[in-house]
């Protein structure tokens, strides 16, 4: 036995010092993770439960359906069957064609196997009292993805481009990186009540400046054009703070040998940009558009407090609609089946940024 633990001393030093945060994170973010697995599998009524533990109910699967398929889906031999009968006449044609030797015998498998699929899908309809998935879910997806791919390369850009500018060991470069990262430090809850002021269409900064031009003042938060807009500038406002510190860091790692010997081969600029910087950055850029993915996934003040996911749901989000199911619709376990299809995103995007990154570098 001693000499096991001798042998392994090592491993079970690091385990040790490990421990605490480790303990940490199978506590705080391992443990609920497998419990909303749980919930999301439960007919999981959040008020009922709460007086009564044993009101939840094993479901299985049947929430995860109910969200992204429907409920009380029947199959109907009679319904769209005229293409069911165009597609049993195209398999009638296939066998033909078999039978005389124009067609081999795995094509018609694929197509026998084609059209079996169509007639089943055709069949398919929602029974007296069902539905075809949640008609709220997919437009809230569509609206997070959209906030989430106009934030994450404005937000990345214009970080990289105060980075560059102020990049110099000045004070007033200092002054002014401080002045940037300020509003990083602001709660969300302070963020949307200075942009709700900036909205207002009476006395809001925009709308003054846009009678000092002439033009008629703009209703940011009520518009169905103008509202998703709206958020994504005051995020971006916000969220610029603390990428622009990772790029001054990654920036001041870049060799200065690099820039000089630029200089004597004459490059401007542009090509030190291009050539020098960019790449330098290749791993930084990747590091914050990551996690911009992940932060921005998960948007929800900014949603709920300046347009309340208006008008006409333009502006709802998946953490705003996950919210609304859980704890005002008291759906606990179609709220948490909700959840896991979010982790799924932000994996999936996260997964998929990594892997263009190493292509890049190869």
Known sequence: MQSLVHRHRHTVGGLLFLSPFLAVYITFLVFPFLKGVWISLHEWDLLAVVFDPGAKRLVGLENYLDTFWGSAIRWNALSLWPLKLLAILGLAVAWIETSKGRMNRQQFAWLTLGALAVIVLLGLQPGAEGRWFDRRFWPTVGNTLLFVLLTVPL??????????????????????????FLSQVLSVTVVTLIWQMMYSPRQGLLA????????????????????????????????????????????QQIPKER??????????????????ILPGLRRTTTFVIVLQIVLHFQVFGQSHLITQGGPNDNTQVLVRYIYQTAFRDSDLGHASSIAMFLFLLMLGFSLLQLRVSREDEQ
């Open 208 to 251: 003054n400046m846009m009678g000092l031009v002439g033009l008629e003042p703009f209703s940011w938060i009520t518009h169905e054009s103008g509202a998703m807009a709206a958020i994504v500038i005051a995020t971006v406002w916000w969220s610029i703070g603390f990428p622009m510190v990772i790029y001054l860091a990654g920036l």
């Open 155 to 180: 937000i990345t850009a214009i970080s990289l481009a105060l980075a560059l500018a102020l990049n110099h060991q000045t004070k007033v470069m200092a002054t002014f990186r401080t002045l940037f």
């Open 259 to 276: 820039y000089e010997a630029a200089r004597l081969d004459g490059a401007g600029a542009w090509a030190m940009l291009r050539y020098i």
